[in-house]
């Protein structure tokens, strides 16, 4: 059966974790994936190697920048 | 239907679970740099290495569910489903068995850990938080292969390693070690499939109920080798 290498759509989300409950959340890498669920899968298994408290994804298309290196202001 | 159906104990069903685990984390490691993206090759490996664990934990509570219906040790006991008898062609079979084996496994698991065995009730219940992302993965690429044939086998193999009605496993679920029996176990699968067609006429009479299975055959003795860890053996200094 043929597949492609790739997906046709893809979204990137930005994966936030901490290890303890008194960490704030930082960002810990990025997936890139069709949908939701297999992001959360990506993270997960991408992720994993620490022992996090809590791990969470964002779109990257929902986070609104104030600012960023090389811009205006 | 046979009478010794009802009689095999949950040691059996346990046994099974922890051979098809340790089997299928066996094969999705296989994909761990043959998937079709960077991401899905490390979800292969850290799903691998889930179920190996998986199938540890399962094996190490063996000793308290009593005794074996029969030998245990050798490939023809193996008792895995046919599915897994050899390593997978195509991403699409790694799809189908993400998507239906591990999830049929998961049920089981599920059932185990509510029922009232309570070496398993303590032990199962993490194994389910892990069997989590599997479902999502398993989930997502169904809607991005044509799996086919190889979700129509997956599925006929899963309903066939649940068991036939009436039988263990429902004799199982009335004795509360189960909190599920055949025909929960049928329809939550079915659930997890969202809208594909369920196998029909289900064939019993070539069916072992110690394997879980109809079609004859199963692992190679090589294959048997590697997953005892007797293969390790070989490189091993000799002792003086």
Same mark, same amino acid.
Not at chain 1, 9 to 21: G, I, N, P
């Given at each position: 059966?043929? @597949? &492609? =290498?790739?997906? &046709?759509? $893809? @979204?990137? @989300?930005?994966?936030?974790? =901490?290890? &303890?409950? $008194?960490?704030?959340l930082h960002q810990v890498g990025s997936v890139v994936a069709p949908d939701d669920d297999l992001a959360m899968a990506y993270a997960r298994a991408t992720y994993d190697e620490e022992r996090w408290v809590e791990m969470m994804i964002v779109p990257k298309a929902a986070v609104i920048s104030l600012w960023?290196?090389?811009g205006d202001s | 239907m046979g009478a010794g159906w009802r009689q095999l104990s949950l040691y059996s069903l346990v046994k099974s679970l922890a051979?098809?685990?340790q089997l299928l984390g066996m094969r999705y490691a296989e994909w761990c740099i043959a998937a079709p993206t960077l991401e899905a090759d490390i979800a292969a490996a850290a799903m691998g290495l889930d179920d190996i664990g998986h199938s540890r934990v399962l094996y190490g509570s063996l000793r308290e569910l009593g005794t074996p219906d029969g030998a245990v040790d050798d490939a023809e006991n193996y008792a895995n489903v046919p599915y897994l008898d050899r390593p997978w062609t195509e991403w699409? #079979?790694?799809?189908?068995?993400?998507a239906v084996l591990d999830n049929a496994f998961?049920?089981?698991i599920e059932a185990l850990a509510n029922g009232n065995v309570e070496v398993l +009730?303590? +032990?199962l219940k993490k194994m389910l938080q #892990? #069997? +989590?992302y599997h479902t999502l993965h398993g989930r997502s690429w169904m809607h991005e292969v044509n799996t086919g044939p190889a979700l129509a086998r997956a599925w006929r193999e899963s309903l066939e390693w649940i068991g036939p009605e009436n039988g263990d496993v429902d004799e199982l679920h009335r004795g509360g070690q189960l909190v599920h029996g055949v025909r929960d176990l049928r329809r939550l699968l079915e659930e997890r499939l969202e809208g594909q067609a369920a196998p029909t006429a289900l064939e019993w009479g070539s069916w072992e109920p110690i394997r879980r299975r109809t079609r004859a055959g199963g692992i190679d003795q090589a294959t048997l080798e590697m997953l005892q860890g007797l293969a390790e053996k070989r490189y091993m200094p000799a002792s003086g």
């Open positions: 059966m043929r @597949y &492609t =290498r790739v997906h &046709t759509d $893809v @979204y990137e @989300y930005q994966v936030f974790a =901490r290890k &303890t409950r $008194v960490d704030p960023a290196p090389g | 051979d098809n685990k699409a #079979e790694f799809v189908a068995a993400n998961t049920l089981m +009730r303590s +032990r #892990e #069997e +989590r």
